[in-house]
């Protein structure tokens, strides 16, 4: 254990993956922390003894998957394999650490989410800085402060934070969360502190004659309009409050075919435009192609088959790069280019050099390349010198039978063989019965029961052919493919270039095709930041519900303010989320759900909607709801859009009610900014009277007059509502009878004592008689079942009967 123990030293914060083998073995605490995560089995060597060691192994040829569980878990990795082949070892087989691996520095980049990014992070006092290894995706944003961090934190969740010494330490006495990795050399250049700290890192981790270059974008967060995490979670953007993609923004309007695509689409939504050009520009885009639907369709099948080809390409730079997958690249990288010539897009040079190494490989590849160490994936014609060596090594057989029909016919030897092992090469084997044949020239190599064997002069010169062929065709054959590999990369850049090109057309694409199938309308921006949509819905909840259903019509002029009043279930939270949805849908470049759509370009989207669950963090609902919403008053402009449901309902009703309004009022008075604003507060629609810039407005619902039952119409009206409707949608839920109708009757005495100015008094609505809590319908159920009680059925004659249920009947009429 001695050479372990030398390089575990070096690596003590990662779990040493130690060659022994066919298996990489992990040893004491190493493995006792692996077992659980990879479900193997923990045992040891030396077992009994008193320096028994723990231990668990998986096979090397099937590491990837075990190696990204530990990742995944958020440990480090440390691959220490054979550098020198074991049967050429003399004494212990050489070994080291040959990767290094983190969650930001994965083993291999096909194996990981086609949906998700794994991004290293880096900041400094003013940049913060992420890179992408297997994707070659590198970034940078300025920030002003550390709010505008964390919220890039939260919005692109890295995997991994690469920190000097001094930021660890003040990581830690913030108890902030995520896996660290200490590194304080940073390389040289013009780019952010932040962004080399992160070259040198990767440098560091991933040691080869010819590291991957990164070229880091600098991006302005000014430039976007701004959505917090916050907004991401109340629309579930990317996730449903039950933490699942279906039943998300982002499940419900991808159309992408590739996964580049798909990753970009999920940027887009994550840092919507606010530049009217570039918007403008995208919707003129779809427009385009929604009117070449057949053009649209093959487009669209050539990226389904592209596969994954940045990350394809960050394997290229591994030592798990196999032939299959450069044909797969290469393969992915033609598609592309018939995707180019179709649409014309690209740089002519960029894409001849691209169509020269798609050539290239498909000469060198066979159709069906096996793995690297058994060879035979280059093509005949390729390279004359391997062709010779193939020859030999092929036709070896038949020289060796050739060789054998000589000796035998010579030595007149018919049972003469030529055998192979792997102790004593080729060899010649007769029996003893022809003994006396042997010529003095056959040397005795073993003797045996029943046969000796012999080996020539000729043999040996032979042997030494092939078997020199043999390895000098795997070494030919895998330099080949190496040079064919670092062509690729070499090309990398253009590469990266053409595929953002492609990746960018397929969200574009898809949006096209989302606005065919679901009939999405093109917006407009208007001059004067009115906004309207005609015929609106709600991107999710229309796929989802199996019923039809109901557009709303949303009209508001600047910087008005809509108040929805009506109950829960009634649609007001689906009918705010749809406007903001569809906002944040138009400045992505996407069309939108609604027969007509005209809207004012927002540079904010604010949203207080539901309870965020920070209860974790010792924070009660109200404070979150204050938090949320103290910094939407500080920030919002009169370009923004407000979304607020339910403000002040954490706490009591008069003081809900006072901050509710007093919220309300700064946002009409001083930030002015488009605002929908949902309440139980019935009270605040007054304030209509008063700020010209309130428009009342609520959901209709139906009351049936006979069963009293109430319907949901989900259709927007003006005005406020007119009455509560708690009790019935507590009804609706499944409530037992007798508590709502306890409810009602403690409404109804709550209601008669409010028109008077004395404090409301609940006790006396809760020792009303037991009859004074029931409906008029239920009261005559009551009295019915009374006198059914006192009659003596067995003594009524027919008739008499008869007229009982009909005076029941009768009263039952006049009630109704």
Known sequence: MQQYWEIKKQHKDKILLFRMGDFFEMFHEDAKIAAPILNITLTARNKKAQDETPMCGVPYHSVATPIAKLLAAGHKVAICDQIEDPKEAKGLVRRAVTRILSPGMVYDPETLDQLSSHYLCAFDTSTVSFLETSTGEAFYYMVSSQQERDALFQILQPVE???????????????????????????EGPLPESARRLLAYVSYMQPTDKPLTYEFQKRQLNQRMRVSPLVLRHLEVFKTYGGDLKGSLFYAINRTKTSSGARLLKSWLAFPLKDRRLIEERWNQVEQWMSRVDVLKKVRRLLSEMGDVERRLSKMATAQAQPSDLLSLAASLQLGLQVSQIVQQGEKASLKTLQDLVQLVFSALVD?????????????????????????????????AQMEAREREKLQIPSLRIKYNNVFGYFIEITNTHKSKVPAHYKRKQTLTNSERYVTQ???????????????????????????????LEARADILAANRLWAELDVILSFAWL???RQYVRPSFSEDRRLTLRGSRHPVVEQEVKKTFVPNDIILDRSECLLLTGPNMAGKSTLMRQVAISALLAQIGCFVPAQEAQLPLFDQLFTRIGASDFLSEGLST??????ETAEMLRLATEESLVVLDEVGRGTSTYDGMSLAQSILEYLVEKKKPLTLFA???????????KYPKIKNAHMAIQEKKQSHEMVFLYTLMPGAT?????????????????????????????????????QLSLLDAFVEKEEDHLSEEDREFLHLKEELKNLSVFELTPLEALNHLAQWRQRFIEKS
């Open 679 to 689: 309440t139980h507060y019935h009270e605040l629609t007054a304030l209509a009277e």
């Open 515 to 517: 606005s065919l199938e």
């Open 368 to 400: 069906e390349p096996g793995p690297l160490k058994k060879g035979g994936f280059i093509r005949k014609g390729f390279s004359q010198e391997l062709d010779e060596l193939v020859c030999l090594a092929e036709n070896s057989q038949d020289l060796l």
């Open 161 to 187: 934070f690469v920190l000097s010494s001094e930021q660890k330490k003040q990581w830690i006495e913030e108890e902030r969360e995520g896996v660290l990795s200490l590194y304080d050399e940073v390389v």
């Open 722 to 758: 007119n009455k509560s409707y708690g009790i019935h949608v507590a009804r609706l839920a499944g409530l037992p009878s007798e508590v709502t109708r306890r409810a009602s009757a403690i409404l109804r005495q709550l209601e008669k004592q409010g028109a008077s100015s004395n």
């Open 458 to 488: 000729e043999l040996q010169e032979l042997e030494d052919r092939v078997l020199s062929a043999r390895a000098r065709r795997q070494d030919l054959e895998e330099r080949i493919f190496h040079q064919l590999r670092l062509k690729l």
């Open 622 to 627: 109200f404070m979150v709801e204050m938090k």
